[in-house]
């Protein structure tokens, strides 16, 4: 992220080298976690909770769904969060799958983009290679497609961390919510009851980097299994 991208400047690392990083992470960021929070609103509104609809959160407009911090968090570090969508589970048919299908609206959305971008990668290289016996990286259109593949691929990377972040069975990610579907009544009080401690625990563990193994894993994982997915495509 940002922040290691300083960090190679500070170590002799050219501006040049940095800076398109460091737009690609911007565009990435804004985008993706907007259309993350758009999403939980757009499947609650679906399930028959107008709460977020009617606050304008069906939108890709960042100024409706970004918190600054969460944003500088997710930007320097890979990890991050937005203004949480409100959510009425009273106006669900069945209000903890109801509040689960919308938590998990957020991370498949990150998912889906993550695919698409890996997809548009690998449709660029094969239908747009740079001729051979030239220079890319003294051309015009060497530049723009090493520029566009740069830009798919932390598309793809980006989301995959924030899906597989927010994924985790943790309060207050989205995988809590999954996991309170399933949970004894007992068990949901209690973690409810020590929500607040539950949270400085896991921001703490995320600045100590302990989650960071954990969650690169499985990234990896799903990463190859959507670069085998696309490689049974014809022609590609």
Request: include cysteine.
């Amino acid at each position: 992220m940002i922040y290691s991208l300083l960090v190679s400047l500070g170590r002799g690392a050219s501006l040049r080298d940095v800076l398109p990083g460091i737009l690609f992470t911007i565009i990435v960021v804004l985008f993706s976690l907007s259309f993350h929070e758009m999403s939980h609103a757009f499947i609650a509104y679906k399930l028959g909770d107008p709460t977020a609809r009617n606050l304008g959160r069906i939108t890709l407009n960042p100024k409706k769904h970004l918190d600054p911090m969460g944003t500088v968090c997710m930007m320097l570090f890979g990890f991050g969060w937005a203004k949480p969508v409100p959510i009425n589970t009273r106006n669900f048919k069945k209000p903890r799958s109801g509040l689960a299908l919308s938590s998990l609206a957020g991370p498949v959305s990150n998912l889906i983009l993550a695919f698409v971008s890996m997809l548009l990668w690998a449709l660029v290289l094969v239908f747009l290679p740079v001729p051979a016996g030239i220079n890319a990286a003294t051309t015009f259109g060497g530049k723009l497609l090493f520029f566009l593949k740069e830009l798919l691929m932390y598309f793809h990377v980006l989301n995959l961390y924030l899906a597989v972040f927010n994924l985790l069975p943790i309060p207050p990610l989205d995988g809590s919510n999954i996991l309170f579907m399933f949970l004894p009544s007992k068990a949901l009080y209690f973690i409810q009851q020590h929500e607040p401690t539950i949270r400085i625990v896991l921001f703490v563990l995320l600045f100590m980097g302990a989650l960071s193994g954990i969650i690169g894993t499985i990234s990896t994982l799903i990463s190859n299994g959507m670069l085998w997915i696309i490689t049974l495509i014809p022609g590609i």
